[in-house]
C-alpha cells in the first residue's frame, strides 16, 4: 500500500470511529478509484497529446479503460477520437504514393480484403508494410473507391469502449461503426438498400433526439441533415426518382411505407414520410413542383 492510499485509509477509519458509521470499504475505495483514474487520465494524456505516440494512445486507452470511472473513460474515448480525426490527413498522405496504392492494389487483387492482417500477409515489402503497421496500429482501416485506397476511421474498434463509457457515447459508436463498416455510399452512389438508408437515418434522428446535450450531438445533427437529404432524393448516382419519368421508384417508396408501417413512435422524418407519400398518391408518384417545394422546405427547415 502506497502512502496516499494509506493516509486515505487512516483517515476514513479515523472519520468512522468519531461518527460511528461504518466506512471500512467504501470512502477508501471510491478515494482510490479516483486517484488510480487520475494516473491513468494523465499518462494517456502524455500519448493522446502528441500524434508520434497516438498508436501508445490507443494501446494504453484498450488496455486501462477499465481502471477508470465512466465519465473519465468517456473523455479519454473521445480524445482518442479527435487526435485519429485529427491525424488522418497526416497519414493519408503516407497511402496515397503509388508505390503503397500498387502494393496494395496487388495484394487486394489477389484475396478481396482490405483489412490490415489480409494485406499484411500479401505484401513483403518493408517500407510499405510499415506504413500498413502504422495505420493498423493507430486505429485506422482502409476503403477504397474509383481506383483509389486510403484510410478511414474505423469505428468497430471502439466498441471495445463500449462498455466503460456513457450510454450517449455507446449508441454514438454504434451508429458511426455500422457506417464505417459499410458505407451508404460510395462514388456517389448508394450501396446499401432503401430500407438500411432509412433504418440509418431514423437511428442518428433518434440519437439528437434522446441525447441532446451529448458531446456529439452537434456531430450527429451535421450527420442527420446529410442522412435527410439522401434519404428524400437520393445521391446523383442513385437518385430516389427516375431521371426520365420523374416518378419515385417503387424500392425508395416501399422503404418509406415499410419505415411508417413499423415504426412505434413519431418522428420529424417519419412526419416528413408521411406527408411525402401522400402527395405522390395524389400525383401518381411523380416528382411534381409541388412536391419540390415541400421537399425544399423540409430540409431546409
Given at each position: 500500500m ?10 476514513a477509519?479515523?472519520?468512522g ?18 486517484t ?19 498508436a ?9 479503460i ?7 473513460a ?33 495484394a487486394?487483387s ?7 492482417t ?21 486505429g485506422?482501416k482502409?476503403?477504397t473507391?474509383?481506383g483509389?485506397?486510403?484510410p ?9 469502449f ?15 461503426a455500422?457506417?464505417s ?16 438508408l432509412t433504418s ?29 437529404s439522401?434519404l428524400l432524393?437520393?445521391?446523383s ?11 419515385i ?8 411505407e ?22 405522390l398518391?395524389s ?17 431546409n427547415?
Amino acid at each position: 500500500m502506497n502512502w496516499k492510499k494509506a493516509s486515505l485509509l487512516s483517515i476514513a477509519i479515523t472519520i468512522g470511529s468519531v461518527t460511528g458509521l461504518r466506512t471500512w470499504g467504501i470512502e477508501p475505495v471510491l478515494a482510490a478509484t479516483a486517484t488510480e483514474s487520475a494516473g491513468v487520465y494523465n499518462q494517456f494524456q502524455q500519448y493522446v497529446q502528441k500524434p508520434t505516440s497516438l498508436a501508445n494512445a490507443r494501446n494504453y486507452l484498450i488496455n486501462h479503460i477499465k481502471e477508470v470511472d465512466t465519465w473519465t473513460a468517456t473523455q479519454m474515448t473521445l480524445q482518442l477520437e479527435n487526435a485519429q480525426k485529427a491525424h488522418l490527413i497526416v497519414y493519408s498522405e503516407k497511402v496515397f504514393p503509388d508505390k503503397m496504392q500498387k502494393e496494395i492494389n496487388s495484394a487486394f487483387s489477389k484475396n478481396k480484403n482490405l483489412t490490415f492482417t489480409a494485406l499484411l500477409n500479401t505484401i513483403n515489402d518493408s517500407n510499405v508494410r510499415n506504413v500498413l503497421i502504422e495505420g493498423r496500429d493507430k486505429g485506422y482501416k482502409l476503403e477504397t473507391s474509383e481506383g483509389m485506397y486510403y484510410p478511414v476511421m474505423h469505428y468497430e474498434g471502439f466498441k471495445i469502449f463500449k462498455p466503460s463509457v456513457t450510454k450517449d457515447i455507446a449508441a454514438y459508436i454504434d451508429i458511426m461503426a455500422t457506417e464505417s463498416n459499410q458505407p451508404s455510399v460510395s462514388d456517389a452512389a448508394i450501396v446499401i438498400s432503401w430500407t438500411e438508408l432509412t433504418s440509418r437515418a431514423l437511428a442518428i434522428e433518434d440519437f439528437v433526439t434522446k441525447y441532446p446535450a451529448s458531446n456529439r450531438s452537434t456531430a450527429l445533427q451535421k450527420e442527420l441533415l446529410i442522412a435527410t437529404s439522401r434519404l428524400l432524393y437520393g445521391t446523383s448516382n442513385t437518385p430516389a426518382y427516375d431521371y426520365d419519368e420523374q416518378v419515385i421508384k417503387p424500392e425508395v417508396k416501399k422503404a418509406y411505407e415499410n419505415a411508417l408501417k413499423n415504426s412505434k413512435v413519431d418522428t420529424r422524418i417519419l412526419s416528413i414520410l408521411e406527408k411525402l407519400l401522400q402527395l405522390l398518391n395524389s400525383t401518381n408518384n411523380k416528382f411534381t413542383p409541388v412536391i419540390e417545394k415541400f421537399l425544399v422546405e423540409t430540409v431546409n427547415s
